[in-house]
T-cell receptor, first 115, second 111 residues
């Protein structure tokens, strides 16, 4: 059981380049999330998807787009990378069906550097 | 605006010491508070707390929630070097469908 997987693990981009971070979960979870983690800032939510076919902005959505491709996969796209987007990106998923408490399970992270 | 504040930001202790990590929050429509441990990579789940005054315990780790004073503590007794990590606190909102994280506490346990 792989849980939450992310690709790539590491990436270096030049300013202005684009790329897509991939995330997949095999736990039949309904909700998926993208976070970025910067030193001293904790985890900040970029976008989330409460169910297949829906996406919503989080705390720091500017410069990013997302696609909930199906129930398993949730991708994060940087259209024109900027140095301020240098960070570690985590994908997470949770069962969340609209009620009750919840636990999020995290992928291993992608370390992105924008030069 | 929802806010989760953790303290201290970092601390260094010796093996065998007991540590207490703090998490205070201001969240509309609180549902639960979660603690995670983050070593090299992904955060891993420790505890979920929903009710005041009920201690959750797992080995040397324990946690308790005070919904009146809006805080939680995470205790680690007889610390070991393997406890060195970032400890994250997050609050789950009733209607927001997302977690609000604190900045984390960096714990380093010296042998």
């Amino acid at each position: 059981n792989a849980g939450v997987t992310q690709t790539p693990k590491f990436q270096v981009l030049k300013t202005g380049q684009s790329m897509t971070l991939q995330c997949a979960q095999d736990m039949n979870h309904n909700s998926m999330y993208w976070y970025r983690q910067d030193p001293g800032m904790g985890l900040r939510l970029i976008y989330y998807s409460a169910s297949e076919g829906t996406t919503d902005k989080g705390e720091v959505p500017n410069g990013y787009n997302v696609s909930r491709l199906n129930k398993r996969e949730f991708s994060l796209r940087l259209e024109s990378a900027a140095p301020s987007q240098t960070s570690v990106y985590f994908c997470a998923s949770s069962l969340r069906t609209g009620g009750g408490t919840d636990t999020q399970y995290f992928g291993p992270g992608t370390r992105l550097t924008v030069l | 605006e929802d806010k989760v504040v953790q303290s201290p930001l970092s601390l260094v202790v010796h093996e065998g010491d007991t540590v207490t990590l703090n998490c205070s929050y201001e969240v509309t429509n609180f549902r639960s508070l979660l603690w995670y441990k983050q070593e090299k990579k992904a955060p891993t789940f420790l505890f979920m707390l929903t009710s005041s005054g009920i201690e959750k315990k797992s080995g040397r780790l324990s946690s308790i929630l005070d919904k009146k004073e809006l805080f939680s503590i995470l205790n680690i007794t007889a610390t070991q070097t393997g406890d060195s990590a970032v400890y994250l606190c997050a609050v789950d909102e009733e209607y927001g469908n997302k977690l609000v994280f604190g900045a984390g506490t960096i714990l380093r346990v010296k042998s």
